[in-house]
């Protein structure tokens, strides 16, 4: 069975669509990044080192473990889970009428060996008006979202097209995924 090492709902969500059996058990690590690391690993090194604290746990030493992390990077700034109202407001308003890149970070760790990658989807905001901004934040979508804002639900007002893999924003690329896991377990 495979252990999806994340307690994200969309994450498991999607995981569905590749793996039919599977069970969560969330990892519990820092997820401090080293200050010398390049916006564009930080998904990659936060998913090893997720994937890896639950694949170390003896219950799960045979099974494949998948860590997850996504990041939303603008002009090489990393735009994590907005702290409140205010840092969520100030993270759309940077959005507004740009190109951003989503990444997230994928790693599989079976039986010792490990695989990880990262998928990258460009995404494109519309000009917002300070009233859609305000708008969307009155829904409470963006509170829980890398770049504050959630393409699979009311977010997707925001956005005007993507250029990749549309599930890899939503926080995992299913497809390569799928492909990738199945090189590491056959």
């Known amino acids: 069975m495979v252990i999806l090492a994340s307690a994200s709902p969309r ?31 930080a998904a990659e090194y936060l998913a090893v080192k997720k994937a890896r604290a639950v694949a170390e746990n003896p ?8 860590g997850c992390d996504t990041v939303v990077i603008l002009d090489g700034e990393i ?22 890149k989503v990444i997230t970070g994928v790693c599989i760790c079976s039986r010792g060996k490990q695989r990880s990658f990262s998928e990258v989807t460009e995404v494109e905001f519309y ?3 300070p009233k859609e901004i305000e708008d969307y934040i ?9 770049g504050a804002y959630g393409i699979q639900s009311e977010g997707c007002m925001l956005v005007k ?19 990738e896991l199945d090189k590491m377990v056959l």
């Open 79 to 100: 735009m994590g889970k907005p702290r409140d109202i205010n840092c969520a407001r100030e993270m759309l308003t940077k959005l507004s009428g740009r190109v951003h």
């Open 59 to 66: 219950e799960h030493m045979y099974e494949p473990v998948i």
């Open 11 to 41: 994450r498991q969500e999607l995981l569905k669509l590749a793996v039919k059996d599977f069970s969560v058990c969330p990892a519990d690590v820092d997820e401090t990044l080293p200050e010398d690391i390049a916006a564009k690993n």
């Open 161 to 179: 097209g993507i250029k990749g893999d549309f599930f890899n924003v939503v926080g995992l690329p299913v497809a390569r995924l799928k492909r």
């Open 127 to 129: 000009p917002l008006t």
């Open 138 to 146: 009155k829904t409470g979508d963006p509170m829980d979202k890398a």
